[in-house]
Nanobody, 115 residues
Framework: QVQLVESGGGLVQPGGSLRLSCAASGSIFRPNVMGWYRQAPGKERELVATITGGGTTNYADSVKGRFTISRDNAKNTVYLQMNSLKPEDTAVYYC?????????WGQGTQVTVSS
């Protein structure tokens, strides 16, 4: 069974940086697309960024130029480098792995941007 283990969330001041990691295990296949989504209190879950196995990336407009998604295919791990964080980035961040025939989610990691 596929498991996604996230790490790297926490509390940071506005303008600060955090790096999230998510490692996928339990499958002999490599995820087709990996990504990050987030959900703020009272809001729907939204896409943050995705990356294909070939390295093609996609970002939400709200994070372009501040966040960078990357991936280590050998480790089935996806990263999200978050710079210039804003209070509106506060949310639970979820890792996502799309194996085409099925999609898996991590348990979520809290990111809080506050002074």
């Amino acid at each position: 069974q596929v498991q996604l283990v996230e790490s790297g969330g926490g509390l940071v001041q506005p303008g600060g940086s955090l790096r999230l990691s998510c490692a996928a295990s339990g499958s002999i296949f490599r995820p087709n697309v990996m990504g990050w989504y987030r959900q703020a209190p009272g809001k729907e879950r939204e896409l943050v960024a995705t990356i294909t196995g070939g390295g093609t990336t996609n970002y939400a407009d709200s994070v372009k130029g501040r966040f960078t998604i990357s991936r280590d295919n050998a480790k089935n791990t996806v990263y999200l480098q978050m710079n210039s964080l804003k209070p509106e980035d506060t949310a639970v961040y979820y890792c996502n792995a799309d194996y085409v025939v099925d999609v898996y989610w991590g348990q979520g990691t809290q990111v809080t941007v506050s002074s």
